[in-house]
């Protein structure tokens, strides 16, 4: 089941009336949401001074290389900008389009994708080839493999200053910032490509057909923050269903709800 995006786990907590769920409905998606989840638990660890919140950001900086190099991430982020750069100039052809707008987007697309072409080299090369980085990430494997009798030079670096370990950082993430940039673009703009509408799971069960000509690309559940439910999401290419489900005791099994529930939805296609 999908995570909350960095931008509602943002706006959860200035406006906490709802919380929203989403499911990828491809692999791509999956990794752009990972990553968007990653990113924001590093920019939130960064600023933080205790050494405690300075491996926190370190062991996420790992998380976002190693999820970053599986594949070849620039590449598909050009492929996914192409593609919505391609389906949103079909609208021009409509007549209640803002064509001002519509260029505008479509020129931001364009753009990140120059960025990403102008990126020289495999992304994380530099902390591949970072000998500190890469004993961290080694002894990170083993619970509590990172301790000061295990890795003393990263106990040292723990007890520098932390402007120090904040300029360190900078520099280590400085390539994944273009990237960001481009993650939050297509992701945005998927959230966007429609709005959430009022349903009804009977029983706490729904389910979807998905028009097959239609480009899904996520599907999110809205609901009220004070509630004692949530939904699990299952999606394939054909259709989707919502399992509504309560788990007032975590020693015990969630169980699906057995009364109507309401919840707004959103198929994102773009």
């Given at each position: 089941?999908?995570?909350?995006?960095?931008?509602?786990?943002?706006?959860?907590?200035?406006?906490?009336?709802?919380?929203?769920?989403?499911?990828?409905?491809?692999?791509?998606?999956?990794t752009?949401?990972?990553?968007?989840?990653?990113m924001?638990?590093?920019?939130?660890?960064?600023?933080?001074?205790?050494?405690?919140?300075?491996?926190?950001?370190?062991?996420?900086?790992?998380?976002?290389?190693?999820?970053?190099?599986?594949?070849?991430?620039?590449?598909?982020l050009?492929?996914?900008?192409?593609?919505?750069?391609?389906?949103?100039?079909?609208?021009?052809?409509?007549?209640?389009?803002?064509?001002?707008?519509?260029?505008g987007?479509?020129?931001?697309?364009?753009?990140?994708?120059?960025?990403?072409?102008?990126?020289t080299?495999?992304?994380?090369?530099?902390?591949?080839?970072?000998?500190?980085?890469?004993?961290?990430?080694?002894?990170?494997?083993i619970?509590?493999?990172t301790?000061?009798?295990?890795?003393?030079?990263?106990?040292?670096?723990?007890?520098?200053?932390v402007?120090?370990?904040?300029r360190?950082?900078?520099?280590?993430?400085?390539?994944?910032?273009?990237?960001?940039?481009?993650?939050?673009?297509?992701?945005?703009?998927?959230?966007?490509?429609?709005?959430?509408h009022?349903?009804?799971?009977?029983?706490?069960?729904?389910?979807?057909?998905?028009?097959?000509s239609?480009?899904?690309?996520?599907?999110?559940?809205?609901?009220?923050?004070?509630?004692?439910?949530f939904?699990?999401?299952?999606?394939?290419?054909?259709r989707?269903?919502?399992?509504?489900?309560?788990?007032?005791?975590?020693?015990?099994?969630?169980?699906?709800?057995?009364?109507?529930?309401?919840?707004r939805?959103?198929?994102?296609?773009?």
């Amino acid at each position: 089941m999908g995570a909350n995006n960095a931008d509602h786990t943002k706006s959860r907590q200035d406006v906490s009336e709802t919380i929203t769920y989403e499911q990828p409905l491809n692999e791509r998606l999956r990794t752009l949401l990972r990553l968007e989840a990653l990113m924001a638990r590093f920019d939130y660890c960064l600023p933080l001074d205790s050494h405690w919140d300075t491996h926190c950001a370190l062991v996420t900086l790992m998380e976002i290389f190693q999820l970053s190099t599986r594949g070849d991430l620039k590449s598909d982020l050009m492929k996914e900008l192409d593609r919505e750069i391609g389906n949103l100039s079909r609208l021009s052809r409509e007549p209640d389009v803002d064509q001002v707008q519509l260029d505008g987007i479509i020129d931001r697309q364009r753009q990140q994708i120059k960025k990403l072409r102008g990126m020289t080299g495999q992304l994380g090369q530099h902390l591949k080839d970072n000998d500190f980085v890469n004993a961290l990430r080694q002894r990170s494997s083993i619970p509590g493999g990172t301790c000061d009798f295990d890795l003393p030079a990263y106990h040292h670096w723990l007890s520098r200053p932390v402007e120090v370990r904040r300029r360190q950082f900078e520099q280590w993430i400085a390539p994944f910032r273009e990237v960001q940039e481009a993650i939050d673009l297509v992701l945005s703009l998927i959230r966007n490509s429609t709005t959430a509408h009022a349903e009804l799971a009977r029983m706490g069960f729904y389910q979807q057909n998905l028009d097959l000509s239609q480009p899904y690309q996520m599907i999110r559940v809205e609901l009220p923050a004070n509630v004692s439910w949530f939904p699990e999401i299952s999606a394939g290419k054909h259709r989707f269903t919502i399992r509504f489900l309560s788990q007032p005791d975590l020693d015990n099994r969630a169980r699906q709800l057995q009364q109507d529930i309401e919840f707004r939805l959103a198929c994102c296609a773009l």
